[in-house]
């Protein structure tokens, strides 16, 4: 299952049972958890750890020291920076209530899932909470704590995150969100031409590429 261009540090853990697709790296003592899926020309730096289950997409780059949980599922062309952490339950506890037994780590009811969606880059050192999706080409701020999800092309920053504005897919700012002055127009990318309609905080494509 896992193909045979796929470089893997010798340091790196794989576990059983895990698919990883061609031309795909994974660095340093990363470790990936036994039935995780990986796509083709993945890039997994080192110390990321990546647990049982998760389903990732092909051109994914996940950088160095990222947590990924259980329930996450990442779609194309992401990008995780350096220090992110996904979580998946929102009320942990490592013991029963009379702390005489470990609670098990297996998935359960209160396992929530994340979706990131295609083509979404996630900043150095944020937080992700659960129960929620990141937009396709949406871009979070480095160090920002995710609570809620984000829409596709929204730039979103702060503690907790929300929508400052919004995105090209090549990741240069199109407009500025204003409170109680909505958008209403069409932009067009002063970087790579892509052209958008934005009304209120809803941005569609109007050319997307082929």
């Known amino acids: 299952m896992i193909h045979a261009s796929v470089r ?3 340091t790196a853990i794989v576990e059983a049972n895990v698919a990883i697709g061609a031309g795909s790296s994974v660095w340093d003592n990363a470790h990936i958890r036994q039935d995780s899926h990986l796509g083709e020309q993945c890039i997994i730096g080192g110390k990321t ?6 389903q990732i997409g092909h051109r994914v780059k996940i950088n160095a020291s ?3 949980c259980n329930a996450v599922t990442i779609e194309d062309g992401v990008m995780v920076s350096a220090g992110t952490v996904f979580t998946n339950d929102r009320f942990p506890r490592a013991a029963t209530t009379d702390l005489t037994q470990p609670y098990p780590s297996e998935p359960d009811d209160h396992t929530l899932p994340t979706l990131v969606k295609q083509g979404a880059t996630i900043g150095a050192h944020c937080t992700i909470g659960n129960d929620l999706s990141i937009g396709r080409f949406a871009m979070v701020g480095m160090a ?3 609570t809620k999800s984000i829409p596709d092309f929204h730039l979103a920053l ?5 929508s400052v504005g919004c995105v090209c897919r090549c990741g240069q700012p199109l407009a500025k969100f204003v ?26 494509e109007l050319d997307p590429p082929s």
Not at 49 to 54: E, F, P, Q, R, T
Not at 158 to 162: E, I, L, M, V
């Open 49 to 54: 750890y990546i647990a049982y289950g998760v």
């Open 158 to 162: 702060g503690h907790p995150a929300r």
């Open 179 to 204: 409170a109680d002055r909505p958008l209403s127009e069409t932009v067009t990318c002063p970087a790579c031409g892509l052209t958008y309609r934005i009304e209120g905080d809803v941005v569609t």
């Open 8 to 10: 893997i540090h010798p």
């Open 66 to 68: 990222v947590y990924i």
């Open 144 to 146: 920002s704590l995710v």
